[in-house]
């Protein structure tokens, strides 16, 4: 994408966002008869040109296995892998290349680090910190060791607008906590977490910090050196790339120190039946084939989201997510979901006397794609008291007008089960 993608006369915040839509080849559809609004976004979302064009290309002209081969298109395809990593470093400003590792996705990432950091530094009466608005991917693999372990796992509170209680954080940082574990941004309520106090807080404990950023990444500029948290974990396919790839960045003297995840080809240095040595960072900690044409196409899609502009993409959201809560919370009946000063990316809201699944149904009789449910963040919903919630989530592709149209099928809807 280059710099004819701004719009003249609009300021450098804006995006041509008509000339975005062009690059995603999904949008131009009908569903039901009416055109597609696609306002899905946390859950995955769509594919620019670009993407879907690098994959077709990878499996048609150099598909082949990667660091083992000597011919022509198996160092081709190594060398678009490597770049792909370079890229991902670029984008979330690694110190080095080898900090990143190609994982299936944030919930790959967050049990990898579980199932290695943890399992090597967490014992029996130790503590591991979540936050009360994860997603299920950053709860249940830290369930999983506490048990394993008979560790405790920790929960910091928030408060009704759905935001951190930091007072309570710092009390809950103990002599025993091991690892804090934390959404950049909450998938169920939008709200953006205070990151580098929260990272400041755990260092003077000398406890680690993961930061879950898979709803952050699509939305706002990620420096992990400027944060300085130990781990960062996110996935493709919410920034625009396939699934099934995604990242975990891991700082170089806490990966150096981490035991293997899983055994397998590519990890390894040598293989006895007496003593395996493993591979360097990052190839120990991807054992087996790796999603080649994924990995390639999560550096298109990174690149294009750099070639669009970091800062443009954000304030593109931010503006979408102002008007959006403006708009859906006038109107009657509708309850928002998470009212943080600080939000990013997802509107989440309840609407009296209609049930969040059948409000997503009559949106899609009017074309009109949004998610419905506990968004895999039931502690969230139980927080609140409610079993579910209606989600709009935004990208670059998204418009006013369409925010309109969800307004318009949000009183249609009120209006059916008045
Ligand atoms: N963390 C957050 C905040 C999410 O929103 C999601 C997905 O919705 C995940 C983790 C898990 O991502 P994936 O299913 O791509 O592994």
Same mark, same amino acid.
């Given at each position: 994408?280059?710099?004819?993608?701004?719009?003249?006369?609009?300021?450098?915040?804006?995006?041509?966002?008509?000339?975005?839509?062009?690059?995603?080849?999904?949008?131009?559809?009908?569903?039901? =008869?009416?055109?597609?609004?696609?306002?899905?976004?946390?859950?995955?979302?769509?594919?620019?040109?670009?993407?879907?064009?690098?994959?077709?290309?990878?499996?048609?002209?150099?598909? %082949?296995?990667?660091?083992?081969?000597?011919?022509?298109?198996? !160092?081709?395809?190594?060398?678009?892998?490597?770049?792909?990593?370079?890229?991902?470093?670029?984008?979330? +400003?690694?110190?080095?290349?080898?900090?990143?590792?190609?994982?299936?996705?944030?919930?790959?990432?967050?049990?990898?680090?579980?199932?290695?950091?943890?399992? #090597?530094? @967490?014992?029996?009466?130790?503590?591991?910190?979540?936050?009360?608005?994860?997603?299920?991917?950053?709860? @249940?693999?830290?369930?999983?060791?506490?048990?394993?372990?008979?560790?405790?796992?920790?929960?910091?509170?928030?408060?009704?607008?759905?935001?951190?209680?930091?007072?309570?954080?710092?009390?809950?940082? %103990?002599?025993?906590?091991?690892?804090?574990?934390?959404?950049?941004? %909450?998938?169920?309520? $939008?709200?953006?977490?205070?990151?580098?106090?929260?990272?400041?807080?755990?260092?003077?404990?000398?406890?680690?910090?993961?930061?879950?950023?898979?709803?952050?990444?699509?939305? !706002?500029?990620?420096?992990?050196?400027?944060?300085?948290?130990?781990?960062?974990?996110?996935?493709?396919?919410?920034?625009?790339?396939?699934? =099934?790839?995604?990242?975990? *960045?891991?700082?170089?003297?806490?990966?150096?120190?981490?035991?293997? /995840?899983?055994?397998?080809?590519?990890?390894?240095?040598?293989?006895?039946?007496?003593?395996?040595? /493993?591979?360097?960072?990052? *190839? !120990?900690?991807?054992?087996?084939?790796?999603?080649?044409?994924?990995?390639?196409?999560?550096?298109?899609?990174?690149?294009?989201?750099?070639?669009?502009?970091?800062?443009?993409? #954000?304030?593109?959201?931010?503006?979408?997510?102002?008007?959006?809560?403006?708009?859906?919370?006038?109107?009657?009946? @509708?309850?928002?979901?998470?009212?943080? +000063?600080?939000?990013?990316?997802?509107?989440?809201?309840?609407?009296?006397?209609?049930?969040?699944?059948?409000? $997503?149904?009559?949106?899609?009789?009017?074309?009109?794609?949004?998610?419905?449910?506990?968004?895999? #963040?039931?502690?969230?919903?139980?927080?609140?008291?409610?079993?579910?919630?209606?989600?709009? %989530?935004? #990208?670059?592709?998204?418009?006013?007008?369409?925010?309109?149209?969800?307004?318009?099928?949000?009183?249609?809807?009120?209006?059916?089960?008045?």
């Amino acid at each position: 994408m280059s710099t004819a993608a701004y719009r003249t006369g609009l300021g450098p915040a804006a995006l041509d966002v008509e000339r975005i839509r062009r690059d995603f080849p999904i949008l131009d559809q009908t569903i039901h =008869g009416k055109k597609l609004v696609y306002l899905d976004n946390a859950a995955t979302s769509q594919k620019p040109r670009a993407v879907i064009d690098a994959i077709v290309r990878y499996y048609e002209h150099y598909n %082949s296995n990667v660091h083992r081969g000597v011919h022509t298109l198996s !160092m081709r395809a190594t060398e678009a892998h490597d770049e792909a990593r370079e890229t991902v470093r670029r984008f979330i +400003q690694a110190a080095d290349a080898s900090e990143i590792i190609f994982v299936r996705g944030a919930t790959e990432a967050v049990n990898l680090v579980a199932q290695t950091y943890g399992r #090597a530094n @967490v014992g029996e009466g130790d503590e591991v910190l979540i936050t009360a608005m994860e997603h299920h991917s950053n709860i @249940v693999p830290w369930q999983i060791l506490c048990q394993e372990k008979h560790a405790r796992l920790r929960v910091v509170p928030i408060n009704d607008a759905g935001e951190l209680d930091l007072e309570a954080f710092e009390k809950l940082l %103990s002599p025993r906590t091991r690892i804090v574990a934390v959404a950049h941004v %909450s998938n169920a309520l $939008g709200t953006v977490n205070p990151l580098r106090k929260i990272i400041q807080l755990a260092h003077a404990h000398d406890v680690p910090v993961l930061v879950d950023g898979a709803q952050a990444v699509p939305h !706002m500029a990620v420096d992990v050196q400027a944060l300085g948290c130990d781990f960062y974990a996110f996935s493709g396919h919410k920034i625009y790339g396939p699934t =099934g790839i995604g990242v975990l *960045y891991g700082k170089e003297e806490v990966l150096a120190e981490m035991p293997p /995840y899983q055994g397998g080809g590519d990890m390894i240095r040598s293989v006895t039946f007496e003593k395996t040595t /493993y591979n360097v960072v990052p *190839y !120990m900690f991807e054992a087996g084939t790796p999603d080649i044409a994924g990995a390639i196409g999560l550096g298109v899609a990174l690149e294009y989201v750099m070639g669009l502009g970091i800062d443009r993409v #954000a304030a593109h959201g931010q503006d979408l997510l102002a008007y959006a809560t403006e708009k859906v919370g006038a109107i009657d009946g @509708v309850r928002l979901i998470g009212t943080a +000063q600080h939000r990013a990316g997802v509107l989440s809201f309840v609407l009296d006397n209609v049930h969040p699944h059948d409000l $997503g149904t009559i949106l899609d009789r009017e074309g009109i794609a949004i998610r419905t449910g506990h968004h895999c #963040a039931q502690p969230v919903m139980d927080r609140f008291g409610i079993p579910a919630t209606a989600r709009a %989530s935004f #990208a670059v592709y998204n418009t006013k007008e369409e925010i309109d149209a969800l307004v318009d099928g949000i009183r249609k809807a009120h209006e059916v089960f008045a």
